[in-house]
């Protein structure tokens, strides 16, 4: 069963960076396609960044973290980033790393075949 996980969560004030790693282990991480997704309390997860697989040419961003957020992979590690810049109180969310093969529509979480548990982080006004 291929298993995912998140890390570098945590607490940061208003225009600070975090930045998010999630390790991919068994299956054949180069072939998936892997995103980010967040879940505020009382919201639907939400789109956040998808990159493509193999040598990740395609990347998909939501409107809002646009020019903010850069998200990389590295193959030979099995590990997707999330970079996240000048971070705001609306950022405040779970962050759920995501990874499927066939993703006719990358903004839907349904799509994706396999999730992380989850990393926390919280943006102070």
């Known amino acids: 069963q291929v298993q995912l996980a998140e890390s570098g969560g945590g607490l940061v004030q208003a225009g600070g960076s975090l930045r998010l790693s999630c390790v991919v282990s068994?299956?054949?991480?180069?072939?998936?396609?892997m995103g980010w997704f967040r879940q505020a309390p009382g919201k639907e997860r939400e789109f956040v960044a998808t990159?493509?697989?193999?040598?990740?040419?395609?990347?998909y961003y939501a409107d809002s973290v646009k020019g903010r957020f850069t998200i990389s992979r590295d193959n030979a590690k099995n590990t997707v980033f999330l970079q996240m810049n000048s971070l705001e109180p609306e950022d405040t969310a779970v962050y759920y790393c995501?990874?499927?093969?066939?993703?006719?529509?990358?903004?839907?979480?349904?799509?994706?075949?396999?999730w992380g548990q989850g990393t926390q982080v919280t943006v102070s006004s």
């Open positions: 068994r299956g054949t991480f180069s072939s998936y396609m």
């Open positions: 990159k493509s697989a193999w040598n990740g040419g395609n990347t």
């Open positions: 995501a990874a499927g093969t066939r993703i006719p529509s990358v903004r839907r979480a349904s799509d994706y075949d396999y």
